[in-house]
């Protein structure tokens, strides 16, 4: 079982920041294992993939869509078993929940969201 936990939405003016979590726990969990994935379902909006970093084992890498390219930052605190996502410049096209995810055992397992609001 893995628990996600996502945090730190709200309220912003577009071209200000804000920093999303994405706190992991659960039987044996270590963050560094662990593939995240960040996604976004705005307002009538199909979910859009934001950004992932992969595991320490395939190299932390990190991967963005192309909208959030230079503006979004995803990183991962080892010691607090949590992902970031670091957003600048935010503009109101960036409102919507966003969602981390993960897969274990063939089971995806997915937060509750925290919504996103960027007023223009």
């Known amino acids: 079982q893995v628990q996600l936990v996502e945090s730190g939405g709200g309220l912003v003016q577009a071209g200000g920041s804000l920093r999303l979590s994405c706190a992991a726990s659960?039987?044996?969990?270590?963050?560094?294992?662990?593939?995240v994935t960040w996604y976004r379902q705005g307002p009538g909006k199909q979910r859009e993939f934001v950004a992932f970093i992969t595991s320490v084992t395939l190299g932390a890498r990190t991967t963005y869509a192309d909208s959030v390219k230079g503006r979004f930052t995803i990183s991962r605190d080892n010691a607090k078993n949590t992902i970031y996502l670091q957003m600048n410049s935010l503009e109101p096209e960036d409102t919507a929940v966003y969602y981390c995810?993960?897969?274990?055992?063939?089971?995806?397992?997915r937060g509750q969201g925290t919504q996103v609001t960027v007023s223009s």
């Open positions: 995810n993960t897969y274990r055992d063939g089971l995806e397992y």
């Open positions: 659960g039987s044996r969990i270590s963050i560094n294992t662990m593939t």
